[in-house]
């Protein structure tokens, strides 16, 4: 419920599953983009329609970024596991322990960030993808 994140089957190979989970952060880089244009044309026509579009392209570049962060579940978390099986073949459990301590190391520095500017919902987040990250490092067994 609260992680956001889409299932993926996991018996898809890799090397297919990654166009998939990067659809998501490149939809909103592409509608980010696509505001650019339009925001250039209606500019100053109407005052609500400009700061839907200038909020539209804050968000869509905010999901992109923080989508594309190599954390665990997010997708960009998915990207680098995916991408470290395909590389290391021969020694999948090793990609996954570098792809679940990188995931750990960028969700401890989300935990700080969010304590530092007291972003609550944030710390919660951060919590949650410090809790996945160590299961799959597995320093913690999953709860059911």
């Given at each position: 419920?609260?992680?956001?994140s889409?299932?993926?089957?996991?018996?898809?190979p890799?090397k297919?599953?990654?166009p998939?989970?990067?659809?998501?952060?490149?939809?909103?880089?592409l509608?980010?983009?696509?505001?650019?244009?339009f925001?250039?044309?209606?500019?100053?026509?109407?005052p609500?329609i400009?700061g839907?579009m200038e909020?539209?392209?804050v968000?869509n570049?905010?999901m992109f970024i923080?989508?594309?962060?190599?954390?665990?579940p997010?997708d960009?978390?998915?990207?680098?596991?995916?991408?470290?099986?395909i590389?290391?073949?021969r020694?999948?459990?090793l990609?996954?322990?570098?792809?679940?301590?990188?995931?750990l190391t960028?969700?401890?520095?989300?935990l700080l960030y969010?304590?530092?500017?007291?972003?609550f919902?944030?710390?919660?987040f951060?919590?949650?993808?410090?809790?996945?990250?160590?299961?799959?490092?597995?320093?913690?067994?999953?709860?059911?």
């Open positions: 419920l609260f992680t956001g889409a299932a993926v089957d996991t018996n898809i890799e297919d599953a990654i998939v989970v990067a659809a998501g952060p490149l939809s909103n880089l509608l980010a983009v696509l505001c650019i244009p925001y250039s044309f209606l500019v100053n026509i109407n609500i400009d839907f909020n539209l392209f968000i570049i905010f923080f989508n594309i962060l190599p954390i665990y997010m960009g978390g998915r990207l680098l596991k995916d991408f470290l099986f590389k290391m073949k020694n999948r459990r990609a996954k322990k570098i792809s679940g301590y990188v995931s960028f969700s401890v520095a989300l969010s304590i530092s500017i007291m972003a919902l944030l710390i919660l951060s919590a949650l993808f410090i809790y996945t990250s160590l299961v799959e490092v597995e320093l913690v067994k999953p709860s059911n």
